[in-house]
């Protein structure tokens, strides 16, 4: 049960290094591409700041996803991983309730697995 927490946390990780750099280097043209529909073509260019610094809040939850993977301490590995799981969570929900329900499914789920995983593992 371990390894399946560890590689659901890493994909979790892999998920949220995605979204940086979508927000962060390329809103303009992939990021058009993925929220065509949710903001209007012309709000790209404008909200560019914006959606970089919401991707370097993404980059901080890979990131401590990964430290988590890295820590030799069980008890702390797993500590970890739930707070940062958590706050991904937290993020998803919060996105699905304010932005776009479809939020809560790629961003929230892969996360609640990653942390019932972690969970179980912990428990044996």
């Given amino acids: 049960m371990e ?3 560890k590689i659901f946390t890493g994909l979790v990780a892999l998920e949220h290094i995605y979204i940086l750099w979508l927000e962060m280097f390329a809103w303009e043209t992939k990021g058009k591409e993925t929220f065509k529909g949710s903001l209007a073509p012309e709000l790209f260019t404008p909200t560019k700041t914006l959606a970089a ?5 993404n980059g901080f939850l890979a990131a401590g996803l990964i430290w ?14 739930v707070f ?10 919060y996105g699905a ?6 939020i809560f499914f ?19």
Avoid: D, E
Wanted: glycine letters at 6%; hydrophobic letters at 55%; aromatic letters at 6%.
């Fill in 3 to 5: 390894i399946a927490a």
């Fill in 53 to 57: 610094n919401q991707g370097l809040y």
């Fill in 68 to 81: 988590s993977l890295l820590i030799s301490n069980p008890t702390w590995s797993s500590n970890v991983a």
């Fill in 84 to 93: 940062f799981l958590g706050c991904v969570i937290t993020a998803g929900i």
């Fill in 97 to 102: 309730l304010t932005a776009s329900r479809k």
């Fill in 106 to 124: 790629v961003q929230a789920v892969p996360a609640i697995i990653a942390l019932v995983l972690v969970l179980v593992a912990r428990s044996q």
